[in-house]
């Protein structure tokens, strides 16, 4: 199984890990790490620090953040240096986290950290996209046969 991580500024990560166990069917392991006003940097790197250790035995421990450059961005980035297994994507998205959820419940966890972290960026890629309404219509199609 993989580790999972959410984290970022304000309600970030309880409101994706909420939405991630909505669609999951309310079964999803995540541990959700918000950086709130008045909660300090220290403290977040210690939360951190404190979930990737509940994960130690996972094949790998994906950290998602919202931003890059933010603080739980730099605190995970600086944690991931220490942690072999642990791999941080910033820019998280709910298809993303919806993609990891499941491969934990499917149990298909089976490539190395940084082949996920690839195969999840490419998810990502995947679920960005723009609604745009195309009134045309549609071409008629030509009968051949006469009929």
């Known amino acids: 199984m993989i ?14 890990a909420s939405n991630a166990r909505l669609l999951a069917g309310g079964e999803a392991d995540i541990t959700a790490i918000d950086f709130n006003d008045g909660y300090t940097p220290e403290e977040l790197e210690e939360d951190l620090r404190r979930a990737i250790e509940t994960y130690k035995d996972r ?8 931003i890059m450059g933010g603080t739980p961005y730099l605190k995970a980035a600086a944690l991931s240096v220490q942690y072999e297994k642990v791999r941080v994507l910033h820019g998280v998205s709910a298809a993303l986290l919806l993609d990891l959820v499941i491969r934990n419940m499917s ?6 950290p940084d082949s996920l972290a690839e195969e999840l960026l490419q998810t990502t890629r995947e679920g960005l996209g723009v609604f745009k309404l195309d009134l045309t219509a549609p071409d008629e199609t030509e009968e051949e046969d006469g009929i």
Do not use: P, R
């Open 59 to 66: 094949s790998s421990v994906m950290i998602l953040t919202d």
């Open 107 to 112: 149990g298909n966890d089976g490539a190395d």
């Open 3 to 16: 580790g999972i991580i959410v984290t970022g500024h304000g309600g970030f990560a309880t409101g994706l």
